[in-house]
């Protein structure tokens, strides 16, 4: 072909000797290494654009917006068509049929999951819980499936957080320990990931791994480019929803074996903060994905830094390697250039320890899988050019492209249906025989409305509003330090007219504060 791949193979670069990606050993994973500035985003073009053109689709995340450049057409500058050139290869500008998606919907399609989807595990990660408060999570989740209720968005999980905390005492005999001050600490971290756009995230319609999996007319595949740049403010949110979305693949698709093409490629790119400070349980589910996803047809390559970046166990499993410059000006680095040229089958022509650090711009070294499954010995190559542009598009290029996207109107308007939040609810209601709220009175609202509650329970004017003590407890304890006479007696005002008069003035600033100190308290 004169792009230079061919049926079985992705044409990488060139130098002394050519190297080609097999497409049958592509699901063996990969790894793309190097300095920043090196080459590495560049590199991963040249891959996914490959892997697209074979029929492969591609999902990547892009997190300063370089790699959006691939849904629009290349442009033949000199340096490219002389690059091309060089290596007995015709520069011929390509585009490629891209969906974007992103987790706050601002600049692609939502992507949101379930929070049963992502399980405890993956949550308390996210928050990060210790594991005391993971255990509790734990008991949470499995008391929402014991009872049948589903667990779809954040109100859902606070729902079910505050039914285990009323229920504590029941619970601590059939589970274990269950404290109200460990579920207060877990709705504070669940508030902490709502501000970090939490709500986005979880709910539904939630992604169909189907439309990651899509095919243009052409039979070329989709890049899917995971908007990131906003996602990696909160790099463990960010990692946890990428594993997320790994793990989702290989619990979803069926076995498959060894395929002349993968069926997705994966890019994880600052792979490294997949690993960073990661407890034992999710290192073992990161290794079980890894080691056991190629036989579901999945290709997983991870871009960060250094090879060192990555636990031995993952980095064991990753077969096909390009490795770009390292700059070795302190003794840690002079270690890490010595480890990454050890993780590559030797050359008796290179010195591989050198040649990492002399590498230019656009040049790599690199090791793929050969027809048996062994390593190549290690080659230096220069990176062929992209076909597409290089570098982010415009704000309207991208907004023309979701417009015609073949998942438009899918993901775009959330779904709210009954979940564990109506139902404890309807439970509460038929439990205390009482309409729904709004039937005939409105309820409080914010600050007003968890103190309001609060009372309720210390005076018995609701049960209804008694569901609400573990949250009023968590934002009693965390704000009302700062409530000034003022405010206090507003909220006396506002609490006497929901107990019909009971509370005002200077006795009912009295008792409000003791009932606040009460709860500070415990």
């Known amino acids: 072909m004169a792009n230079g791949d061919t049926k079985e193979a992705i044409f990488v670069g060139k130098e002394d000797t050519t190297a080609n990606l097999t497409l049958a050993l592509a699901n063996r994973h990969g790894l793309v290494t190097g300095a920043t500035g090196t080459g590495k985003t560049v590199t991963l073009q040249v891959l996914a654009e490959g892997f697209a053109r074979a029929g492969v689709p591609v999902f990547a995340a892009d997190i300063k917006g370089d790699l959006s450049g691939i849904s629009e057409l290349g442009e033949a500058k000199d340096a490219l068509v002389q690059r091309a050139k060089s290596m007995d290869m015709e520069f011929q500008p390509d585009q490629f049929a891209t969906i974007f998606w992103d987790v706050f919907g601002e600049n692609g399609h ?8 992502m399980g405890p595990l993956l949550l308390s990660r996210m928050m990060d819980l210790n594991e005391v408060q993971e255990g509790v999570l734990n008991i949470a989740f499995r008391v929402a499936d014991e009872h049948g209720y589903p667990l779809l968005d954040m109100k859902d999980l606070r729902a079910i957080l505050g039914f285990v905390a009323e ?41 169909a791994l189907s439309d990651l999996m899509r095919k243009d007319k052409d039979g070329r595949g989709y890049v899917n480019i995971l908007v990131a740049d906003r996602l990696m403010q909160n790099p463990k949110l960010y990692a946890t929803f ?23 490629v994966f ?76 993780t590559f089958r030797p050359n008796p022509k290179l010195n591989t320890e050198k040649v990492i650090t ?94 309001s509650a609060i009372a309720g329970i210390i005076f018995g004017t609701s049960r209804k509003r008694g569901t ?3 949250t009023g407890q968590v934002i009693a304890r965390d704000l009302t ?10 909220i006396a005002a506002d ?18 504060r003791g009932a606040l100190g009460s709860l500070l308290r415990r």
């Open 495 to 512: 609490l006497g007219k929901s107990v019909g008069g009971q509370l005002g003035g200077s006795i009912g600033r009295t008792i409000v």
């Open 167 to 207: 229920q504590a005492a029941a619970l601590t005999t059939q589970y274990g320990n269950v404290s109200k001050q460990t579920v207060g600490t877990i709705q504070r971290q669940l508030l902490v990931l709502e501000n970090q756009g939490g709500n986005n995230f979880f709910g539904e319609p939630a992604l």
């Open 267 to 342: 890019f994880f790119d600052e792979a490294h903060l997949l690993f960073d400070d990661a407890p034992d349980a999710l290192m073992t589910k990161i290794e079980q994905v890894v080691r056991l996803i190629r036989s579901k047809g999945v290709g997983v390559y991870f871009v960060t830094q250094n090879p060192i970046d990555v636990p031995d166990k993952v980095l064991a499993q990753l077969g096909n390697r390009v490795q770009h410059a390292l700059r070795a000006f302190t003794p840690r680095d002079q270690k890490s250039v010595a480890a990454a040229a050890q």
């Open 468 to 470: 609400k003590l573990t």
């Open 481 to 490: 330090r700062t409530v000034t006479n003022r405010v206090a007696g507003k």
């Open 110 to 117: 939502p992507v949101r999951a379930t929070v049963s989807e």
């Open 358 to 451: 002399e590498l230019g711009k656009g040049e790599a070294l690199v090791s793929f899988l050969e027809g048996n499954g062994t390593p190549a010995i290690v080659q230096r190559i220069m990176v062929r050019p992209p076909s597409a542009r290089i570098g982010p598009i415009t704000a309207e290029e991208r907004k023309a492209l979701i417009d015609k996207s073949p998942v438009k109107g899918k993901y775009d308007t959330p779904v709210d249906r009954e979940s564990a939040f109506e139902m404890l609810q309807r439970r509460m209601q038929e439990t205390a025989g009482e309409a729904p709220a709004g039937a005939g009175e409105e309820a409080p609202s914010g600050i007003l409305g968890h103190l």
């Open 242 to 264: 990428l594993l997320w979305m790994l793990s989702e693949l290989f619990e979803q698709l069926p076995e498959v074996g060894d395929l002349p093409q993968p069926k997705l």
